[in-house]
T-cell receptor, first 112, second 122 residues
C-alpha cells in the first residue's frame, strides 16, 4: 500500500498570512500519462470533506485562488496564499494512483 | 445541484449487518463511478470501496473485502453498501462520494454526502 505522510499535524495560522502543508508518498504518484495522482481535501468543522485540488495542482470548481497545489513524484505541497478564518479545518491529501486509495493522516489548521 | 443523501446507519451488534443507501440527484448518475469513504469518530478518512459506472467493476479496501459489498441501481440513482460480519472497528461515519469526471473509476471525489453513522457495539 502507498503510505501518505502529512506534516505538520497541527498548524496555527494568523489571518492574512500564508500557510503551507506538506504531503509525502511512499512511492511516486506520477502516472504514465504524466499526471500526479494526488488530491487535497478540506474538512471544515462539522462538515463533510470537500475537494480543493486534484491531479496535484488543479483547483476544483469554486475553490478560491488563494489555494494552490504543487509538487511531483513523492513530494507535494498545499499552499494558502492568505489564510482566512473560513479556512480552518483538517486538510487531507489522497493518492489515487493505485488501490487501496490512501489518505494522509490530516493536518489541522486553526487560527492563532 | 448535486445531492448525495445517505441513510441506513444505526446501532448494530458485532457480527451483525447493515445496508447503507445513497440517493443521488443533480447529475447523470449512470455516467459516474461512486465510492464509499468512512471516518471513525475523531479520526481520519479511510477509503472503503468504489464501483464503476455500470457496476461491473468493484474495488475494496483489504479491511472490508469479503465482508462488504458495494452495488448500484442506476434505474433508482442509488448506491448501496451491504456490510456483513460487522466489527467494532467498523464504527464510523460512512460517506457516499461521487468520483470526479474521468474515464478511470479510481480517482478522487468531487462531491460528498453528509454521512451516516454506523455504530457496532454490544
Amino acid at each position: 500500500d502507498i503510505v501518505m505522510t502529512q506534516s505538520p499535524l497541527s498548524l496555527p495560522v494568523t489571518p492574512g498570512e500564508p500557510a503551507s502543508i506538506s504531503c509525502r508518498s511512499s512511492q511516486s504518484l506520477l502516472n504514465s500519462n504524466g499526471y500526479n495522482l494526488l488530491d487535497w481535501y478540506l474538512q471544515k468543522p462539522g462538515q463533510s470533506p470537500q475537494l480543493l485540488i486534484y491531479l496535484g495542482s488543479n483547483r476544483a470548481s469554486g475553490v478560491p485562488d488563494r489555494f494552490s497545489g504543487s509538487g511531483s513524484g513523492t513530494d507535494f505541497t498545499l499552499k494558502i496564499n492568505r489564510v482566512e478564518a473560513e479556512d480552518v479545518g483538517v486538510y487531507y491529501c489522497l493518492q489515487t494512483l493505485q488501490p487501496p486509495l490512501t489518505f494522509g493522516g490530516g493536518t489541522r489548521v486553526e487560527i492563532k | 445541484e448535486v445531492q448525495l443523501l445517505e441513510s441506513g446507519g444505526g446501532l448494530v451488534q458485532p457480527g451483525g449487518s447493515l445496508r447503507l443507501s445513497c440517493a443521488a440527484s443533480g447529475f447523470t448518475f449512470n455516467k459516474h463511478s461512486m465510492s464509499w469513504v468512512r471516518q471513525p469518530p475523531g479520526k481520519g478518512l479511510e477509503w472503503v470501496s468504489t464501483i464503476n459506472i455500470d457496476g461491473a467493476t468493484t474495488y475494496y479496501a483489504d479491511s472490508v473485502r469479503g465482508r462488504f459489498t458495494i452495488s448500484r441501481d442506476n434505474s433508482k440513482n442509488t448506491l448501496y453498501l451491504q456490510m456483513n460480519s460487522l466489527r467494532a472497528d467498523d464504527t464510523a461515519t460512512y460517506y457516499c462520494a461521487k468520483v470526479r469526471p474521468t474515464t478511470e473509476p479510481l480517482r478522487g471525489f468531487d462531491y460528498w454526502g453528509q454521512g451516516t453513522l454506523a455504530t457496532v457495539s454490544s
